[in-house]
């Protein structure tokens, strides 16, 4: 069974550019998550998907970031502007849905340098 | 407030030392919690489940437990091949979504 897939793996840009990030998530999950993750701290979600309706998007900073899961399947996320303070691994999973919360699988993530 | 705490911050082993990691949260109405593996440049890899107080999961060295309060990850003789950052994740807030603790790193010394 093949896994979560994200690209790019590393992007570096300039405050104030966009950057989008690309995720594909296990074949069959209905719900996908974006998170955060700052070096050392633990990921920090940032919107939720199930099936292609936002369930969670409460921590999402809507000024600049968007995102969007087409179809039911892919799902992308953008910065627009960028600002330093958005260094960090972005971090596609995916889960099972049902009754009870199911375990998430991650991409490798995509770590992002802002200068 | 609902909160998920992880200790140690660091734990650095010798080869065959065993000791455990402790994940705790105010959760009230636990819908179970979850224990990651996630190695330097990689997403979380998922290890265990727990449901219930009282339950047990193995795997290899690795031993997670789950009360009313929190839950340990025992690891039996460690090896250095299990270095990693661990981390707890629990069920706060809607449906399907999860709050993950802050990780403990743990280096295992050959």
């Known amino acids: 069974e093949a896994g979560v897939a994200q690209s790019p793996r590393y992007k570096i840009i300039e405050k104030r550019q966009s950057v989008a990030f690309w995720c594909n998530p296990i074949?069959?999950?209905?719900?996908l998550y974006w998170y955060q993750q700052i070096l050392g701290q633990g990921p920090k979600l940032l919107i939720q998907?199930?099936?292609?309706?936002?369930?969670?998007d409460s921590q999402l900073p809507k000024d600049r970031f968007s995102a969007e899961r087409l179809k039911g399947v892919d799902s992308t996320l953008k910065i627009q502007p960028a600002k330093l303070e958005d260094s960090a691994v972005y971090l596609c999973?995916?889960?099972?849905?049902?009754?009870?919360?199911?375990?998430?699988?991650f991409g490798p993530g995509t770590r992002l340098t802002v200068t | 407030e609902d909160q998920v705490t992880q200790s140690p911050e660091a734990l650095r082993l010798q080869e065959g030392e065993s000791s455990s990691l402790n994940c705790s949260y105010t959760?009230?109405?636990?819908?179970?919690l979850f224990w990651y593996r996630q190695d330097p440049g990689k997403g979380p890899e998922f290890l265990f489940t727990?449901?219930?107080a009282g339950e047990e999961k193995e795997k290899e060295r690795l031993k997670a437990t789950l009360t009313k309060k929190e839950s340990f990850l025992h690891i039996t003789a460690p090896k250095p091949e299990d270095s990693a950052t661990y981390l707890c994740?629990?069920?706060?807030?809607?449906?399907?979504?999860?709050?993950f603790g802050t990780g403990t790193k743990l280096q295992v010394i050959p």
């Open positions: 999973a995916s889960s099972r849905t049902g009754r009870v919360t199911y375990e998430q699988y």
């Open positions: 074949s069959g999950h209905a719900t």
């Open positions: 998907f199930q099936n292609n309706g936002v369930v969670d």
């Open positions: 959760v009230s109405g636990l819908r179970g």
């Open positions: 727990l449901y219930s």
């Open positions: 994740a629990v069920p706060i807030g809607g449906y399907q979504k999860v709050t």
